[in-house]
């Protein structure tokens, strides 16, 4: 099986920067993209970017473009969320996830059911 941690969540103020690591571990060997998702009260679980693996290749939301940059370092198995100019809709549990079964190759990048393991989530909590 794969293991997901997350960490780097806080208490920001509006237009601040913060930086959300994931790290996988365990079965990861056929791992073929990682992705964050967010979720706030009342809303769907959302994408808000995602890697894949070998390629390197990048998707985001609209609403983070030009904000937020994934990343991940292969020989270690992490992802990383640079996420600047931060806005109080912005405000959300953060889910790192990862597809390492080739789901998302069915599914698109988009959606959670492309993702087998994820991690605990982490707060992220933007005021104005």
């Known amino acids: 099986q794969v293991q997901v941690v997350e960490s780097g969540g806080g208490l920001v103020q509006t237009g601040g920067s913060l930086r959300l690591s994931c790290a996988a571990s365990?079965?990861?060997?056929?791992?073929?993209?990682m992705g964050w998702f967010r979720q706030a009260p009342g809303k769907e679980r959302e994408l808000v970017a995602a890697?894949?693996?070998?390629?390197?290749?990048?998707f985001y939301a609209d609403s983070v473009k030009g904000r937020f940059t994934i990343s991940r370092d292969i020989a270690k198995n992490t992802a990383q969320l640079q996420m600047n100019s931060l806005k109080p809709e912005d405000t959300a549990d953060y889910y790192c996830a990862v597809d390492s079964v080739s789901r998302t190759v069915v599914t698109g990048y988009r959606t959670p059911r492309g993702y087998d393991s994820w991690g605990q989530g982490t707060q992220v909590t933007v005021s104005s």
């Open positions: 365990g079965r990861t060997f056929g791992m073929n993209a």
């Open positions: 890697i894949t693996w070998s390629a390197g290749s990048t």
